[in-house]
């Protein structure tokens, strides 16, 4: 499985931005996917998780209720929509895929995610 992560870019404090993650390759099977981040000096975080139905899922204190993640139709492409962001948001952002998976499962662990995208730089200026 290839993913490919983008939508970042620089926006101002109390603004809007959406990030997209397409996968591509075994996108017949169910996945779980999320997005991570990783700020200059810090380690990489857990940012927000969806189940391949997208019936769950799961982010972080620090996102919840500025934050949703969603997936298309099609299933193979993920969005995360980031609403009043603050500049503590900024980082690269990644998305990973894990499974396949038979349930609605999703996982906030990083070391069970097997696939990972490029990531995509968002900057949140003050």
Known sequence: ??????????????????LSCVASGRTSENYAM??????????????????????????????????????????????????SLKPEDTAVYYCAASGPYYSDYCTTVADEYDYWGQGTQVTVSS
């Open 34 to 83: 999320s997005w991570f981040r990783q700020a200059p000096g810090k380690e990489r975080e857990f940012v927000a998780a969806i189940s391949w139905g997208g019936a769950s899922t799961w982010y972080a204190d620090a996102v919840r209720g500025r934050f949703t993640i969603s997936r298309g139709d099609a299933k193979n492409t993920m969005y995360l929509q980031m609403n």
């Open 1 to 18: 499985v290839q993913l490919q992560a983008s939508g970042g870019g620089l926006v101002q404090a109390g603004g809007s931005v959406r």
